[in-house]
């Protein structure tokens, strides 16, 4: 049993399932956007296994692709490919089988949705080769998380509408403003070696505002998602919140102080999700 249990643990631990907390809450406020309520149980059941199909897939490839970038950056050569405790083969192996799931849960939503999955595939096995030609790789990896909540809408309606647009670029620019901080780490590896991320084209002190930058059109998005839905006064104290943690992320990160990135990064963007999807909760459920 071990035999198995441990490759399985190891594979969980290489692309980070825990980090699945960033992106399940936006799709689980898709889908309660989408219903008006709460979901009928079974799509919300292919929703959270699309959901994690997806993201268990595209970490996969990404640490495949990324595999020996990794073996020369000092803060990710224990990475588990690189350290030689998962193989290229077995990952893969792991990542083909998320992918069969990610297809078969788009298929038992509706025609819609299992139409647009290869799209999204693409999308995010496109990110892990962006790092090597544009430092908008941040938005794509956005644009891959975006599907979070578009994708739960699809699998609720069955039908792609503009309203949810707001939602997805609310992912889209938080996830470039958290991820233009995470790559502040490797700014200096980067550049050595010829790879794209905001931090290395402009510096810390220009990462950081534009990373507030792009949190402010995150925080204006779920405001116009708001007067999209007509979500009631919890939503709007919600925010207030959200704006709060926003500013205390920031407030973690200076330009001659790096030390608290990864509480910025895990920690509160770990709160700011599940805020989000809460307060809609209510909101909706209260109206």
């Known amino acids: 049993m071990n035999a198995v249990i441990k490759p399985v643990s190891n594979y969980m631990s290489m692309i980070k399932f825990s980090h699945s907390i960033f992106a399940l809450p936006f799709a689980f406020t898709g889908a309660l956007l989408a219903s008006n309520g709460i979901p009928e149980s079974g799509k919300l059941l292919w929703i959270v296994a699309a959901m994690v199909g ?9 640490r495949i692709i990324d595999r020996h970038i990794d073996s020369l950056n000092p803060r990710t050569k224990n990475r588990e490919i690189p350290a030689g405790i998962v193989s290229a083969g077995l990952a893969l192996a792991f990542s083909l089988a998320a992918l069969a ?16 999955s290869p799209l999204a595939v693409f999308v995010f096995i496109a990110y892990s080769y962006t790092k090597r030609f544009t430092w908008l790789s941040h938005f794509v990896l956005g644009l891959a998380l975006s599907a979070a909540p578009i994708g ?8 792609f509408d503009l ?5 997805g670029f609310t992912v889209v ?29 402009f510096g810390v002190k220009r990462s950081l505002l534009l990373a507030k930058i792009f949190h402010v059109a995150a925080w204006i998005m779920l405001c116009i998602n708001g007067i999209i839905f007509n979500l009631n006064i919890i939503y709007w104290a919600g925010l207030v919140a959200v704006a709060f943690m926003l500013i205390y992320e920031h407030s973690l990160v ?6 608290k990135l990864n509480m910025a990064f895990l920690n509160m963007n770990g709160y700011i999700s599940i805020s989000i999807f809460a307060v809609t ?7």
């Not at 200076?254 to 030390?259: A, E, P, Q, T």
């Not at 909760?281 to 109206?287: A, E, N, P, T, Y």
Request: net charge negative; glycine share 6%.
């Open 173 to 201: 620019f938080w996830l470039a403003g958290f991820d233009t901080l995470y790559a502040l780490q490797d700014m200096d590896f980067d550049k050595s070696h010829g790879l794209f991320s905001i931090p290395a084209r």
């Open 54 to 62: 997806a993201r268990t897939a595209a970490m996969g490839f990404n």
């Open 101 to 116: 799931l990610l297809f078969f849960a788009a298929y038992m939503l509706n025609p819609l949705c299992l139409m647009l």
């Open 152 to 159: 739960a809408w699809i699998g609720i309606k069955g039908t």
């Open 163 to 167: 309203d949810i647009l707001p939602l």
């Open 281 to 287: 909760f209510f909101s909706v459920l209260m109206s």
């Open 254 to 259: 200076r330009y001659n102080d790096l030390s």
